[in-house]
């Protein structure tokens, strides 16, 4: 299958700063990419899905101004969580798909994030 | 909307063993994947098994294989011989043709012991 990346795995950071978690096609273009969030025990929650070039599509409830997504390239999509608060610490997981319309989607390795 | 429903929080099967996860599922819609992750301890999601509704034969990789029941709207992740290396979360999803989404269920712990 196909290989996503995803860094740092693991992230602590202070209350009230910035983090960014980069998601990175490696052996493919990847025109879509979706940034989940993952509680303890619990399944996967979709906040987002990037297009290559054009904004991401967040779900409802998610907060866009906090949680910036950036899909600058075929091969590399960001998430980044602005004026991290406790209540931000989560695994954070990226997917992407080959193509826009394929659901088939590879996951990275996710990211657990804590807050300070 | 779509919706999926895993029934069993947690399962403990012997090694060796054969084992079912129950995975049912609710859409409207006529063309939809179903799809089976694995999560270990890790964290990450390894894509196991993937089945289209219009299939006609249930899908099969290696030791795992999906019992698709259309008409009941089940998709049960069959894993034969188990291993202790099976011992994970396990996720149900599905995916609507032209949405791109994934919907996840709530997931089965699956404890495999020696």
């Known amino acids: 299958g196909a290989v996503v990346s995803q860094h740092p795995s693991r992230v602590i950071c202070k209350s009230g700063t910035s983090v960014k978690i980069e998601c990175r096609s490696l052996?493919?273009?990847?025109?879509?990419m979706f940034w989940y969030r993952q509680f303890p025990k619990k399944s996967l929650m979709l906040m987002a899905t990037s297009n290559e070039g054009s904004k991401a599509t967040y779900e409802q409830g998610v907060e866009k101004d906090k949680f910036l997504i950036n899909h600058a390239s075929l091969t590399l999509s960001t998430l980044t969580v602005t004026s991290a608060h406790p209540e931000d610490s989560s695994f954070y997981i990226c997917?992407?798909?080959?193509?826009?319309?394929?659901?088939?989607?590879?996951f990275g390795q996710g990211t657990r994030l804590t807050v300070v | 909307a779509q919706k999926i429903t895993q029934t069993q929080p947690g399962m403990f099967v012997q090694e060796k063993e054969a084992v079912t996860l129950d995975c049912t599922y609710d859409t409207s819609d006529q063309s939809y994947g179903l799809f089976w992750y694995k999560q270990p301890s890790s964290g990450e999601m390894i894509f196991l098994i993937y089945?289209?509704?219009?299939?006609?034969q249930n899908a099969t990789e290696g030791r795992y294989s999906l019992n698709f029941q259309k008409a009941r709207k089940s998709a049960n992740l069959v894993i034969s011989a188990s291993q202790l290396g099976d011992s994970a979360m396990y996720f149900c999803a599905m995916g609507v043709q032209g949405a791109q989404k994934l919907v996840f269920g709530q997931g089965t712990r699956l404890t495999i012991n020696p």
């Open positions: 089945q289209g509704s219009y299939d006609e």
């Open positions: 052996d493919f273009q990847a025109t879509t």
């Open positions: 997917s992407a798909s080959q193509a826009r319309g394929q659901v088939l989607a590879f």
